[in-house]
């Protein structure tokens, strides 16, 4: 009842920025919480950013003070800009959404098909 559509990945010299984003589409769904996640080759998928349907933000401290997450409720996309790229950065970002069906009142978590961020010194 819900997809998720990426778009932005790309490859980013360090210190560069890039913005990643994400349109949800669906019927008889109110989405919720939306975020990105990342995951790395070797490690686990891993949280960097959420906001719910209020605007109230979780940043993993990694990036904190360097990516911003950001919304628009009219669209349910979610967007995240990320600056002063660092090689640890580089990963296969994920697109999330919680997402409520209206008939059933049944939580959905959906995801993306990820985007590719590599960052290069």
């Known amino acids: 009842q819900v997809q998720l559509v990426e778009s932005g990945g790309g490859s980013v010299q360090a210190g560069g920025s890039l913005r990643l984003s994400c349109a949800a589409s669906?019927?008889?769904?109110?989405?919720?919480?939306m975020g990105w996640y990342r995951q790395a080759p070797g490690k686990q998928r891993e949280l960097v950013a959420s906001?719910?349907?209020?605007?109230?933000?979780n940043y993993a401290d990694s990036v904190k003070g360097r990516f911003t997450i950001s919304r628009d409720n009219a669209k349910n996309t979610v967007y995240l800009q990320m600056s002063s790229l660092k090689p640890e950065d580089a990963a296969v970002y994920y697109c999330?959404?919680?997402?409520?069906?209206?008939?059933?009142?049944?939580?959905?978590?959906?995801w993306g098909q990820g985007t590719l961020v590599t960052v290069s010194s």
């Open positions: 669906g019927s008889r769904t109110n989405i919720n919480k």
């Open positions: 906001i719910t349907s209020y605007g109230s933000t």
């Open positions: 999330n959404a919680g997402a409520v069906l209206l008939d059933s009142a049944r939580y959905l978590e959906v």
